[in-house]
């Protein structure tokens, strides 16, 4: 058996339930992983508020680092013992709010050793999304400029740092408050000047300031890892066959109206738009379109361990209980979090 922190019904923190499950068994091509620690993204809480309906009860949780303690017919690329970091896009026996899942070897990679358990959690999900945005759909090049919403988090930590390693020459990047500011300065590098404070500023007073820190001139890409109105203030400051980038689902109010040329900005600058869900190929594909995400997992990690990235802030909780992952929520919901919380599953 094994202890599992699940969701019988949609609602708030108080739905995070502890329980017992039957340990999972690894099938043909998958490995078994025993799970030492699991990141909670937005997508969890949106989950378990119902926002995407869904089957219950359900385990969530996406991404996860451990050990592999057992094998399926057909792995050789994996054994036991192996230290490991997975993605739980798409399919699996259960989410990371776990001890052990069983995943297709297709998810897995090999965890760098200079990285803990809880760093290597936090990078699966955040880092191909990033990776996703940055190098596949807005094709950022050296000499680019950006501007990025929601810099401080997960996705945002990431997609700075490829950025910085693609030779952007300028980053602009929103900041809620003190503590953001100063980790986007000292910890990944943003200039103080181009970081911009967005609360009590309305959308036209950003979108002077944002182009006014890049040299007077629109950018070259934007990327909405926050929602909301930063979805509306990435298609005005966007430049000329510039590109906008979302992983966020758009207000109800929003009509981005494309081919609109009186009231849509990317009309008038022959910008393109899109959006990034990284679960596309895992959810919607088979087995012959999963091999791509260990591919990106393997180079994000190479990354990593040669120290060309670093992996993103953690905020550590320590204990495997209903009530860590309720505070873990609790959070993250609130918002002000640099970098990703990481909940400890197990201890190595």
Not at 98 to 108: D, L, M, P, R
Not at 234 to 247: A, K, L, T
Not at 321 to 347: N, P
Request: hydrophobic share 40%; glycine share 10%.
């Amino acid at each position: 058996m094994m202890q599992v922190i699940e969701i019988n019904s949609f609602g708030g923190v108080e739905a995070l339930q502890t329980a017992c499950r039957q340990k999972p068994e690894p099938g043909a091509g998958e490995v078994r992983i025993a799970i030492y620690a699991t990141a909670i993204n937005p997508v969890d809480y949106k989950i378990r508020q119902g926002q995407f309906g869904g089957d219950l009860p359900t385990i969530l949780g996406q991404d996860l680092a451990g050990v592999i303690d057992a094998i399926g017919q057909g792995v050789d690329d994996f054994r036991p013992g192996d230290e490991v970091c997975a993605y739980l896009g798409g399919p699996k026996s259960n989410g990371s709010y776990a001890e052990y899942v069983c995943v297709s070897t297709c998810f897995v990679c090999k965890k760098p050793s200079n990285l803990s358990f809880a760093q290597a959690a936090a990078i699966p999900l955040a880092g191909l999304t990033a990776h996703e945005s940055v190098v596949n759909k807005a094709k950022v090049q050296a000499g680019d400029s950006v501007f990025i919403a929601g810099g401080s988090g997960g996705v945002g930590s990431m997609a700075i740092q490829l950025c910085h390693s693609l030779g952007v020459t300028s980053i602009v990047a929103t900041a809620g408050g003190d503590r953001s500011a100063n980790y986007l300065e000292e910890e990944l590098g943003v200039p103080a000047k181009q970081i911009i404070r967005y609360k009590q500023r309305s959308l036209e007073e950003l979108e002077e300031r944002i182009k006014a820190v890049n040299g007077g001139k629109p950018v070259n890409a934007a990327f909405d890892f926050a929602g909301d109105d930063m979805k509306r203030l990435c298609c005005r400051v966007i430049g000329f066959e510039g590109c906008v980038v979302s992983i966020v689902e758009e207000p109800s109010d929003f009509n981005l109206d494309l081919f609109n040329g009186r009231q849509s900005p990317l009309f008038a600058r022959s910008a393109s738009f899109h959006f990034e869900f990284l679960a596309a190929r895992a959810l919607f594909g088979g087995p012959k379109d999963w091999p791509i995400y260990q591919q990106k997992l393997d180079a994000l990690m190479q990354l990593l361990e040669t120290g060309h990235i670093k992996p993103p802030a953690i905020t550590a909780i320590n204990t495997f209980s209903e009530d860590s992952f309720r505070t873990a929520h609790t959070m993250l919901e609130q918002g002000d979090i640099q970098g990703k919380i990481v909940v400890s599953v197990a201890s190595p």
